[in-house]
């Protein structure tokens, strides 16, 4: 592979990351609600949940499953449930908040992982980006195989664990300075309704 197809990799890879989307409102909401370890427990388990797309792609199971269709559809409609739960449960936990802030502990950090690996795992547009994506740039080299595949999906973790990463900082370094009505919105009632709504046009999304 030249350095210039690697260029082009690492580019692609980082406008998928970037791209607003469920993992993006994941991580924003987790580390405005919860801070920046909070984050970065979500980034590991979204990271986590990315590398079983690369695991599939590598081993060509996510070919096999693209071509049945009903298979992508209910990881669709369970991408999207667990996303509208998501969303609820934000809602939900500031009203809570709201009554009684004793009752209301912070998630540990197992359950912010968790989160991340769910959301990841189920999402669909990570898969069809090593469906569409990755096999491109296995054929540019010589030898394509299963560990060059893992190679090349480990650039999309690497990427996806930066670009998460640098936004877990940034939104819970702002959530810091933000206090009050606009600490809420901020926190709870944009990430948690942005969620619904991604849930929603992912189950209305045809296939």
């Known amino acids: 592979m030249t350095l210039d197809t690697f260029v082009l990799l690492v580019i692609a890879c980082l406008a998928v990351n970037l791209s607003p989307g469920p993992s993006v409102i994941l991580v924003t909401s987790i580390s405005a609600a919860g801070g920046f370890k909070a984050g970065v427990f979500a980034v590991l388990g979204m990271t986590a949940g990315a590398f079983i797309h690369v695991v599939l792609a590598a081993s060509g199971v996510a070919a096999i499953l693209a071509t049945t269709p009903v298979v992508f559809v209910i990881v669709q409609y369970l991408g999207a449930a667990y996303l509208i739960y998501l969303g609820i449960d ?118």
């Open 90 to 207: 934000l809602l939900a936990t500031r009203r809570q908040a709201a009554a009684s802030p004793a009752c209301s502990p912070a998630l540990n950090s197992w359950q912010y992982f968790r989160r991340g690996l769910v959301v990841d795992s189920l999402n669909p547009k990570i898969a069809l980006f090593f469906l569409a994506f990755i096999p491109q740039f296995l054929n540019s080299v010589e030898t394509p195989g299963f560990l060059l595949s893992i190679a090349l999906g480990s650039v999309f973790l690497v990427t996806g664990a930066i670009v998460n990463g640098s936004i877990a900082y940034l939104v819970a370094a702002g959530a810091m300075r933000t206090r009050g009505r606009i600490g809420d919105w901020v926190q709870r009632w944009i990430p948690g309704s942005v969620m619904i709504f991604l849930g929603l046009r992912l189950l209305w999304r045809e296939n």
